[in-house]
């Protein structure tokens, strides 16, 4: 997957199609990428970019028994 994701280059559109986690839309990488512990954490890696960012539905997808690590790429994400 991360072969993948350096060798394309997505296009975000309205983020219907393109995988929060999973796809390289974010500076060029994923975010499963930026923030694996957190990605390892989400109970839901499927979420589209859209279906995520409405209402931040991706924070409800985070287990509430955060680490300090795990705090710490929460917030980064967050900002």
């Given at each position: 997957m991360a072969l993948f994701?350096?060798?394309?280059?997505?296009?975000l559109g309205d983020g219907q199609s393109t995988s929060f986690?999973?796809?390289s839309w974010m500076?060029?990488?994923s975010l499963a990428m930026l923030y694996p512990a957190l990605?390892?954490?989400s109970k839901r890696k499927n979420r589209s970019v859209?279906?995520?960012l409405t209402d931040n539905k991706w924070i409800d997808d985070?287990?509430?028994s955060l680490t300090?690590?795990?705090?710490?790429?929460f917030v980064?994400?967050?900002?």
């Open positions: 994701n350096a060798a394309t280059k997505v296009l986690w999973q796809s500076e060029g990488q990605f390892n954490h859209k279906e995520a985070v287990d509430y300090e690590h795990l705090i710490a790429e980064a994400l967050w900002g």
